[in-house]
């Protein structure tokens, strides 16, 4: 029994001011709702509303006596609660207002219903987060219930990830269902290649390598259903995952898009079953991603009708080339082509590596890049050439080629254009590389989560102990990235699309959009694998529970297909390139202008920015969100651009100008990368149909873009857009939805739909 005497239409209140007030401080948005909900309330009197006003205000925060007393108060009302389940403030407020009075007429159900609206209108966090009010039966319950409380439709959220391309995940599943691909550890980098040579074997037999080749080559003519299975394959083993892009996507890929029908009769059914393994040789050791000035040179030889393919230095050894050191028969070599002693820049020859019994052809030396932080399944090497000579058909002449005259040729006179025009085609390494590594990220994700669901650690004194899952910091870790993982998922999605249905206009974009969300997406999982490992405590340091590998064989994706650092400064030029693509003839001075010109008047004056609005309907606006985003990219997008013209002015060329505003460039490519992410999590959003689902994603989407405006607060707060207080308006709320989300958690990872075999780690509940 209350000590003081307090109405029991005040007392029906007073689980739902304990609650709020237990993180110390109400903010001005919950104090606005509070008060405004309150004076609406017809069963309270003014006395009533003048004591609960008192209660609500921030400068005059409750005494610890009467904290204290509202806590005994609640403990003796939460006896007579049923234990049924899950409690909510307003029955224990119920309960409380019928210990102080018998007549309880006004309690009607409208009454109820207003606190419960009450309830959820503030945000306010349930008894489960405060087991100390409640019995310890009244505990499990709780605890038992919120575990079954979603309400989330896993069936329904797997077929939006999904997309188009369920029945072929399905299909792989099912062949990696098979006890022939039985994980297992080798430790042995000579065995292991063998095994993974053997799986993609198999799944070369079921036909998924040639998917995205003609139908005359054993294929679909389908990039999203390879897509899909690259995805698939990387929730199984990540060393099958590399040497299955490697073989279809990247070699592949090389003689389906830079040659012509001569190669593709000669070449593509034989890679599309593995008959004919082989590599895609890009990579120099001494210039890495600067491809355009690779060493290695094909020289054309009239007198021969032959291409003389060298290494002219040891640096310009092919360097970390998959399939080289044991399986590739035929590699496809970047090289500096010369024709009648002109220079035409990269192009692309065949070149025979070794026989189909394995003995090296003459003129080639390879070396075994041996044991490596992971993906040892893969056999990476290094290639060097000494004079070797290949017929002139060995060419893959899409772009560039020499006729029986011995005269060079192409269908784009600008070599500059020629060769991004020739890289472009080859999005597709960038598109699947992303995607793998997001699905080491969601298997990481699934473990944690329901590792959590089950360990208990530490509670209070003589009570049962806490879930892991329960303590705000946990949910901290894992609930902003189950948000991200399923918006990059709608990216990546977004981003193959794209790809299937490119144009030539559409290129530039495209490879934008690959380069940046490469990026983001395996510098994700690299951060999540992390996250996951340490959640799960040393039972996450065991081989048994899978981090090991996800982390050591995912590490080389953020450089895999291109260092990240390097892509995203590509993303920076493609960002001020597209703002007007009249531009991007007019060479860099012409995009510097252009950017700084066009939007300096129109950004600085945009004031989407609500400073001081702290409301929870503002700050989960879409309108608002999407707001936030794009102001921040084209704002560092003028700003950027003025300072490339500041320096251009004072002297500098463009390169040194832009090595001077290489930093502030990486922040405009971030930029854009969250942009766009946002941008299609909205987009999915809208087109879903079914409400409960909708209310699922955008539940996430809130997440995601809070956490990802909290994370860049600092310029936020930097440029006026946010007051101090919105900011701590903006953190209270993502911990707020990460409550929320961890209800929902086991159902979310659930619907990342990764079958137990692939799982396979026991602390996630198998065997």
């Not at 309270?44 to 007393?69: G, V």
């Not at 300072?643 to 922040?667: S, V």
Request: hydrophobic content about 40%; some cysteine; overall charge negative.
């Amino acid at each position: 029994m209350l000590t003081n005497t307090f109405s029991p239409q005040v007392a029906a209140l007073i689980p739902m001011f304990y609650i709020g007030w237990s993180d110390a401080v109400l903010s001005p948005s919950e104090v606005l709702l509070i008060t405004n909900k309150i004076n609406a309330f017809d069963w309270l009197n003014n006395d009533d509303k003048l004591l609960l006003s008192l209660w609500s205000d921030p400068k005059n925060p409750p005494s610890d006596e009467l904290m204290s007393e509202w806590l005994r108060s609640m403990k003796d009302a939460a006896i007579n609660l049923k234990s049924e389940g899950r409690q909510s403030l307003v029955s224990l407020g119920v309960e409380m207002a019928k210990t102080q009075a018998d007549d309880n007429t006004w309690l009607t159900q409208d009454v109820i219903d207003a606190l419960s609206d009450l309830e959820n209108v503030v945000g306010l966090a349930s008894l489960e987060m405060h087991g100390h009010i409640l019995s310890h039966e009244q505990i499990a319950k709780e605890r038992e219930a919120v575990l079954n409380a979603s309400n989330v439709n896993v069936n329904a959220l797997q077929h939006i990830l999904d997309d188009e391309y369920g029945d072929i995940r399905q299909k792989v599943f099912k062949v990696l269902h098979d006890p022939m691909f039985g994980l297992k550890t080798i430790r042995n980098k000579e065995e292991y290649r063998e095994q993974v040579l053997k799986w993609c074997k198999l799944i070369a037999d079921q036909g998924f390598g040639a998917l995205h080749f003609p139908d005359q080559f054993g294929g679909q003519n389908n990039m999203g259903a390879f897509a899909a299975v690259f995805e698939t394959l990387g929730y199984h083993d990540l060393s099958l995952t590399v040497k299955f892009g490697v073989q279809f996507g990247l070699w592949g890929g090389a003689v389906l898009w830079l040659g012509t029908e001569k190669h593709h009769q000669k070449y593509l059914k034989d890679i599309g079953t593995l008959e004919l393994p082989g590599c895609f040789a890009m990579t120099e050791t001494g210039h890495g991603s600067n491809v355009r000035n690779c060493e290695t040179t094909a020289t054309y030889n009239p007198e021969t009708d032959e291409i003389i393919v060298n290494s002219p230095t040891i640096s310009s050894g092919k360097d970390y080339i998959g399939n080289a050191a044991a399986h590739g028969q035929m590699a496809a070599v970047f090289a500096q082509l010369i024709v009648h002693g002109e220079n035409h820049g990269v192009h692309a020859i065949l070149v025979s590596l070794r026989n189909k019994q394995g003995v090296i052809e003459k003129g080639v030396k390879i070396e075994d890049c041996a044991y490596k932080l992971g993906l040892n399944g893969v056999d990476n090497g290094r290639i060097w050439f000494d004079n070797v000579s290949v017929p002139r058909f060995n060419l893959l002449n899409r772009y560039g080629n020499i006729d029986d005259n011995g005269l060079y040729s192409s269908p784009i006179e600008s070599s500059s254009r020629r060769f991004f025009t020739m890289l472009g085609t080859l999005v597709g390494g960038r598109l699947c590389v992303p995607r793998a590594g997001l699905s080491a990220a969601k298997s990481s994700l699934t473990i944690a989560v329901k590792y959590a669901l089950k360990r208990r650690q530490f509670g209070p004194e003589n009570e049962p102990e806490m879930l892991i899952m329960d303590y705000p910091s946990h949910q901290r870790r894992l609930m902003p990235r189950i948000a991200k993982a399923y918006a990059l998922d709608f990216a990546l999605t977004y981003l193959t699309k794209r790809f299937s249905e490119r144009t030539e206009e559409d290129m530039r974009e495209i490879e934008t959009l690959a380069a940046g969300l490469k990026s983001e997406a395996t510098w994700f999982t690299s951060d999540t694998i992390q996250a996951c490992r340490e959640a799960c405590g040393g039972k996450g340091y065991l081989a048994e529970n899978r981090f090991a590998d996800f982390k050591a064989d995912s590490d080389i994706f953020t450089t895999f297909e291109g260092d990240n650092t390097v892509l995203m400064q590509l993303v920076a030029k493609g960002v001020l390139s597209q703002f007007n693509k009249e531009v991007t003839g007019n060479g860099f001075m012409g995009i510097v202008s252009f950017v700084a010109n066009r939007f300096v008047d129109t950004v600085r004056e945009k004031n989407f920015l609500n400073t001081n609005n702290y409301d929870e309907g503002h700050l989960r606006d879409p309108g608002f969100l999407s707001d936030a985003f794009s102001y921040r990219l084209q704002d560092l997008s003028v700003s950027a651009g003025q300072r490339l013209r500041k320096f251009i002015k004072k002297g500098f060329d463009p390169h040194n100008a832009f090595l001077k505003c290489q930093n502030h460039l990486l922040e405009v490519a971030q930029a854009y990368v969250d942009n766009i992410v946002l941008q299609q999590f909205i987009a999915q959003i809208d087109r879903c149909q079914d409400v409960k689902v909708k209310k699922t994603l955008k539940l996430l989407c809130d997440l995601y873009a809070l956490h990802t405006i909290e994370q860049n607060k600092g310029w936020y707060l930097e440029q006026g857009c946010m007051s101090g207080s919105k900011s701590r308006a903006v953190r209270r709320l993502v911990d707020k939805l990460c409550k929320e989300v961890r209800n929902d958690a086991l159902c979310l990872v659930n619907a990342f739909g990764i079958p137990d075999a692939c799982l396979a780690a026991p602390i996630a509940g198998y065997s």
